[in-house]
């Protein structure tokens, strides 16, 4: 059974994959696509930082049409280095002034410890240079990721930085002081 409404009941290729559905999914979108002459600057001036989980859809939750902002996705919406490089060349070289973190509840990232690195390592014999950035209160984990982003030596505009945390149940954010 699935989750997703946009899985048909039978694949449409008997034998395809599902990035065989994506393309063909991509080939129709193409067949009526018109460039809507769009810069690569969003129009509000804001990035957003959230988790990858597929329970969030972003433009819907927040209003939010195609060009409006910068998404960046991650596990946990946990700000990272890489994180920071995009939040950077976002800020420096397309405009963005504000920042929005929106982790979630019912995070997989709970369920984690740092130790799933060290199952990395046992089964494929090299230890993962990142960190799994695991953690066991979510409002917490926001006010760091807050943290690391208004502590940014390569930050520009750190004064409108806010974390919230979507609840997966209701669909409602909420806003977390950034002091506890």
């Known amino acids: 059974m699935s989750t997703s409404a946009h899985l048909p009941a039978e694949p449409a290729v008997a034998t395809g994959t599902v990035t065989d559905r994506l393309v063909e999914a991509n080939q129709h979108y193409a067949s009526g696509f018109t460039d809507p002459g769009m810069d690569a600057r969003p129009v509000l001036r804001v990035a957003v930082v959230a988790c990858m989980d597929a329970r969030l859809d972003l433009h819907a939750a927040l209003g939010l049409q195609l060009g ?71 409002d917490q984990d926001v006010r760091q990721s807050m943290q690391r982003v208004r502590t940014s030596p390569f930050l520009l505009h750190t004064g409108d930085v806010r974390g919230f945390v979507f609840d997966v149940t209701s669909g409602l954010l909420r806003e977390i002081d950034p002091t506890g």
């Open 68 to 138: 409006d902002c910068h998404t960046i996705r991650n596990a946990g919406g946990v700000v990272t280095d890489d994180v920071i490089r995009s939040l950077t060349i976002s800020q420096r070289a397309l405009g963005t002034r504000s920042v929005i973190l929106i982790h979630h509840t019912g995070c997989g990232l709970e369920s984690l410890t740092e130790d799933f690195r060290h199952e990395l390592e046992d089964e494929v014999g090299q230890r993962p240079s990142w960190a799994v950035e695991a953690f066991r209160d979510v």
